[in-house]
C-alpha cells in the first residue's frame, strides 16, 4: 500500500540517487547485488543478537532495492534485473526471519508459517504478472495490496525491534499477507473479466 501510494514522495530522492550513481557507470543490477549482501548483513546482526544493527541494515538493503528499480528505468532495465530483484528481495526476507527462528527456536513453526505465506503471496503475485497485461514503468504488471515491500520492512523491523512479542508481530505480519493476497486475487478477478 505505502509503495504504491507514497512512492511518488519519496521518488525524487531515489531518482537521485540513482542519476549520482548512473554517472559513476554503477548498473542497476549491482545496486541489487548490494542490496542483497547488505539485507543478508541484517539477517547476520539478528543471529547475533544487534537488533540495533540489523534494522538499519535492512532498512539499506530496502533503499537500495528501490534505488536499484529507479536507476534500470534509466538505464536499460532488463528481465534479468527484475529476477534478481524480485529473487534477491526474497532472499533478504527469508534470511531475517530465519536468523529469528534461530534466535527463539519456540518460534520456529510460526516463522515457517509466515515464510510459506510469503512463498504463497509471491506466486500469486508472479502469477497475476503473467496473467494481465503490463501497463506501468515496471517490467511486469504490479498488483497493489496492502502488504507491499515497505509493509514488509515494517514488520520485520517490529519483529526484530520486539523479540519479546515475536509470536504476537509474526501473526500480524502473517495477516498482513493473507488480506493483500486477496486483495491481489480480487484486482486480478476485475480486470481479466473485462
Known amino acids: 500500500m505505502l509503495d504504491s501510494q507514497a512512492r511518488r514522495f519519496v521518488e525524487p530522492m531515489f531518482r537521485h540517487a540513482a542519476l549520482a550513481l548512473r554517472r559513476l557507470g554503477v548498473s542497476a543490477n549491482a545496486v541489487s547485488s548490494t542490496a542483497l549482501l547488505v539485507g543478508l548483513g541484517a539477517a547476520a546482526g539478528v543471529a547475533r543478537g544487534h537488533p540495533g544493527v540489523a534494522i538499519v541494515l535492512l532498512w539499506v538493503s530496502g533503499t537500495l532495492d528501490a534505488v536499484d528499480g529507479t536507476l534500470a528505468r534509466l538505464t536499460a532495465s532488463t528481465p534479468i534485473g527484475a529476477i534478481l530483484d524480485i529473487t534477491f528481495d526474497r532472499v533478504v526476507e527469508t534470511t531475517v526471519i530465519a536468523a529469528l527462528a534461530w534466535r527463539h527456536p519456540a518460534l520456529r513453526f510460526e516463522l515457517l508459517l509466515l515464510v510459506g505465506a510469503i512463498a504463497i503471496a509471491m506466486s500469486l503475485f508472479l502469477s497475476i504478472a503473467a496473467a494481465v497485461l503490463n501497463r506501468s514503468v515496471k517490467s511486469f504488471h504490479y498488483a497493489p495490496g496492502l502488504g507491499e515491500r515497505t509493509e514488509a520492512f515494517l514488520c520485520l ?38
Open 157 to 194: 523491523t517490529a519483529m526484530i525491534a520486539d523479540q519479546r512479542r515475536l509470536a504476537w508481530w509474526t501473526a500480524l505480519f502473517i495477516a498482513v499477507i493473507v488480506i493483500t493476497m486477496a486483495q491481489r486475487l480480487r484486482h486480478a478477478v476485475r480486470l481479466l473479466a473485462r
